[in-house]
């Protein structure tokens, strides 16, 4: 047995020389032909980017590839839409917010020092209120 003779032809992805080759599709941007095993990896693959999701917090359905997936702090599954996905963000980072003055956890509502104040960052309520007794 000698494999003299015969063209080998090798796979584009994993490098395996292959008996029966698979043309790829051009959408894969691919050169070159592949094994059984690859090309159904690639289908699986680009027919999961095709395929329609819905955002786990809205349910609103977009194409998987213009859905986000959620940061791993959030401990979420799924995917988010973009908006949603902002959002999320916006509401972790606020979450790590706190007070300045008094280190007291921030929530959706806070308040920002005055220029002429020495204090950066954001306040708590009750801070704010004594910066401005104390500095008008
Ligand atoms: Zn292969
Ligand atoms: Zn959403
Ligand atoms: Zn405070």
């Known amino acids: 047995m000698s494999l003299f003779g015969r063209k080998s032809v090798i796979c584009a ?15 894969w941007q691919i050169e070159g032909p592949l094994c059984g095993d690859c090309y159904v990896t690639q289908m699986q693959k680009f027919y999961e ?27 979420m ?14 509401e972790h980072k606020n979450l790590k917010e706190f007070c300045k003055i008094c280190g007291k956890k921030l929530g959706m509502i806070r308040y920002n020092p005055k220029n002429k104040w020495p204090v950066k960052g954001q306040l708590c309520r009750e801070c704010w209120d004594s910066q401005k007794a104390k500095l008008g």
């Open 13 to 27: 992805i994993c490098k395996k020389q292959i008996s029966h080759k698979h043309k790829p599709k051009s959408e």
């Open 49 to 75: 980017l095709s395929l329609r999701q819905k955002c786990v917090i809205c349910e609103i359905e977009k194409d998987v590839p213009d859905m986000w997936e959620p940061r791993y702090q959030w401990d």
């Open 77 to 90: 599954k799924g995917l988010l839409c973009k908006a949603c996905f902002d959002k999320k963000d916006t």
